[in-house]
């Protein structure tokens, strides 16, 4: 079982930025593929970015590239999120998810946070 809780989000305005960060509650931490995804209001939740087991490797979705990154420290059982250069149409809540494998595809991620919101002012 993992337990995931999100944090760092809020109010910004355009143009600012915000870190996310999501502690994990697991012995294994570096077995689990993270993912940051959004959803926006009256929209589909979809993937921001992952990162694999090590850190080596990262996806971002095209909205976000050059703008956001994805980072994990395995010793802290947490995954960031660094967002700069914020839009309005980066509001959304975003969750943090883990899957075991390498994916960006939704239903493969097996746990879940609660999610936080992000605001941006336009």
């Known amino acids: 079982q993992v337990q995931l809780v999100e944090s760092g989000g809020g109010l910004v305005q355009a143009g600012g930025s915000l870190r996310l960060s999501c502690a994990a509650s697991?012995?294994?931490?570096?077995?689990?593929?993270m993912g940051w995804f959004r959803q926006a209001p009256g929209k589909e939740r979809d993937v921001v970015a992952t990162i694999n087991w090590s850190g080596g490797n990262t996806y971002y979705a095209d909205s976000v590239k050059g703008r956001f990154t994805i980072s994990r420290d395995n010793l802290k059982n947490t995954v960031y999120l660094q967002m700069h250069s914020l839009k309005h149409e980066d509001t959304a809540v975003y969750y943090c998810?883990?899957?075991?494998?390498?994916?960006?595809?939704?239903?493969?991620?097996?746990?879940w946070g609660q999610g936080t919101q992000v605001t941006v002012s336009s």
């Open positions: 697991v012995r294994t931490f570096s077995s689990y593929v």
């Open positions: 998810a883990a899957s075991p494998r390498w994916s960006q595809v939704l239903y493969e991620y097996d746990y």
